[in-house]
């Protein structure tokens, strides 16, 4: 129980989407992944050239890399 | 996308504490929630980049110091700019196979099934390959084919 109590956060295959729940809030997709690696926050992705490079509208935190 | 009118950022790095990237990041953005006088647009740590945060921001970066007092675990601002392109190769982009799943409906736009329709078995994401199955065929023979070789005809597939 102990090693669990510390929540691994969860990816969305799908849209990179870091997910708090069993689905993602932006695309819906129930396909998440424990094995991510590199964290990324997008605040501004009009304005942000690493937001446009990997394909990202909308604000929130994301997977630099998910498998 | 043409209607944001361009901004100019620049990328900054930041030293943090070991093992204490992702907080900083988190960090960061709280510290923004009270600070409207300093602009990021966005913030990183990449795993290869062991005790440093990427800061993207239109600002200078006597305004990342400032932010830097602010946020816990953040030691100092690297001097001077980094490039766009040094950071680059930590941006994997959002895989083309986007909005398809298995039991879509899809079109084969290259290679030698060109023009057939097929159903999709597997979705590779990693790869960015998806395995199908062609639609008319009397014996279903699985294909693997790159995501941005199929367009998408149906998403219900009863
Ligand atoms: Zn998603």
């Known amino acids: ?67 | 996308m043409t209607d944001a009118e361009e901004i100019k950022t620049t990328i900054y790095a930041m030293k943090t504490t070991a093992k204490q990237e992702r907080t900083v990041v988190d960090n960061i953005v709280k510290a923004l929630e009270d600070h409207d006088e300093i602009r990021v647009v966005a913030v990183m740590a990449p795993d290869e980049l062991k005790g440093y945060v990427l800061i993207e921001s239109p600002d200078s970066i006597a305004r990342i110091e400032q932010l830097r007092e602010m946020v816990p675990n953040a030691r100092a601002v690297v001097k001077g700019e980094m490039a766009f392109s040094e950071i680059e190769h930590f941006l994997v982009p959002k895989p083309v196979v986007t909005g398809i799943d298995e039991g879509t409906i899809v079109e084969l736009i290259a290679g030698p099934f060109k023009g057939e329709k097929a159903v999709v078995k597997r979705v590779d994401t990693s790869k960015e390959e998806i395995t199908v199955e062609l639609y008319e065929s009397m014996v279903p023979i699985p294909i693997t084919v790159r995501g941005d070789n199929v367009r998408v005809i149906d998403k219900t597939h009863e």
């Open chain 1, 1 to 67: 129980m102990a090693s669990k109590t510390k929540k691994v956060l969860r990816v969305c295959r799908n849209c990179h989407h870091v997910v708090d729940g069993e689905a993602c809030v932006t695309c819906g997709s129930s396909n998440l992944s424990e094995d991510w690696a590199g964290y990324l926050y997008i605040v501004d992705p009009k304005h942000s050239k690493i937001a446009e490079k990997m394909n990202i509208d909308m604000p929130g935190r994301y997977a630099l890399k998910v498998r």
